[in-house]
């Protein structure tokens, strides 16, 4: 019914940049909010920034002032550009998202990416 599907991820040294992009698709009325959450290995995922269909953001302590979190509506897509990357960053980095889906009218769901391997070397 929907799906969403993450990129961006790569390869980069310590201090560098990557920019994530999660487009969404299928059978959506109304995305409502959307995060980025990562999962480093042995680790529980967890969440990095959010943000509301509104515009309004909130961020994990840990990546304040390095990464932030946008979106266009427009386009049912969701960003998360990262700077001054560190290798604790280094994760599978996943796209939520609060759907209000078309068919069946109204509906709600919570949809997941497949998720965006990024991995920062020292």
Aim: hydrophobic content about 35%; aromatic content about 8%; overall charge positive.
């Amino acid at each position: 019914q929907v799906r969403l599907v993450e990129s961006g991820g790569g390869v980069v040294q310590a201090g560098g940049s990557l920019r994530l992009s999660c487009v969404a698709s299928g059978s959506i009325l109304r995305l409502n909010a959307m995060g980025w959450y990562r999962q480093a290995p042995g680790k529980q995922r967890e969440l990095v920034a959010t943000v509301t269909s509104g515009g309004s953001t909130n961020y994990a302590d840990s990546v304040k002032g390095r990464f932030t979190i946008s979106r266009d509506n427009a386009k049912n897509t969701m960003y998360l550009q990262m700077n001054s990357l560190k290798p604790e960053d280094t994760a599978v980095f996943y796209c939520n998202a609060e759907v209000q889906l078309s068919v069946p009218f109204g509906r709600r769901m919570e949809a997941w990416g497949q998720g965006t391997q990024v991995t920062v070397s020292s």
